[in-house]
T-cell receptor, first 114, second 113 residues
């Protein structure tokens, strides 16, 4: 099955700096890669996703890049703000016959300091 | 208020007892999932269901059971066979085969005493 590795596990940046979180996946058949943000005590929420037919996607200060050959994808947050502080999870979809499931990375705790 | 609802928010159980966690959605989603969240281990898939009356084991299904008798409901039973059941449990749903956004419930924190 799919295995997703995520790095770093913790990341501290100053307000206004950029943050980059990287993930690798093992199953070359995976073709959907979402990123979720989980604030303290709250549910994970989708912030951006990318499909394998696209190399990059941007949404305001957030961007995701995908390298299918190397099997890795990254989240880029520019001009970080204190409200960006949260745990971020990457995921990859793993098709098994007619079913599909999302496999998550272990998460990155981002701390944006003033 | 549309969405996915988990209950209860906090649950305490004595060792050796089975307990059932509720998950209901009114989003008309076909797919539903149960994840377990432990510190430093991310979200691990317990069971998932793509359609009513059908479900598949995830990566850590041992000691858990589910049912999917209705499209809206996907309850998870934590049995006494689960060796380390204390955790935060998250239910999610998506419109179809995971190629669309998964919406999460607020979670149930289960503590075995």
């Amino acid at each position: 099955g799919e295995n997703v590795e995520q790095h770093p596990s913790t990341l501290s940046v100053q307000e206004g700096d950029s943050a980059v979180i990287k993930c690798t996946y093992s199953d070359s058949a995976s073709n959907y890669f979402p990123w979720y943000k989980q604030e303290l005590g709250k549910r994970p929420q989708l912030i951006i996703d990318i499909r394998s037919n696209v190399g990059e996607k941007k949404d305001q200060r957030i961007a995701v890049t995908l390298n299918k050959t190397a099997k890795h994808f990254s989240l880029h947050i520019t001009e970080t703000q204190p409200e960006d502080s949260a745990v971020y999870f990457c995921a990859a979809s793993d098709r098994t016959g007619t079913a599909s499931k999302l496999t998550f990375g272990t998460g990155t705790r981002l701390q944006v300091t003033l | 208020d549309g969405g996915i609802t988990q209950s209860p928010k906090y649950l305490f159980r004595k060792e050796g007892q089975n307990v059932t966690l509720s998950c209901e959605q009114n989003l008309n989603h076909d797919a539903m999932y149960w994840y377990r969240q432990d510190p430093g281990q991310g979200l691990r898939l317990i069971y998932y269901s793509q359609i009513v009356n059908d479900f598949q084991k995830g990566d850590i299904a041992e000691g858990y059971s589910v049912s999917r008798e209705k499209k809206e409901s996907f309850p998870l039973t934590v049995t006494s066979a689960q060796k380390n059941p204390t955790a935060f449990y998250l239910c999610a749903s998506s419109r179809d085969r995971v190629y669309t956004e998964a919406f999460f419930g607020q979670g149930t924190r289960l503590t075995v005493v």
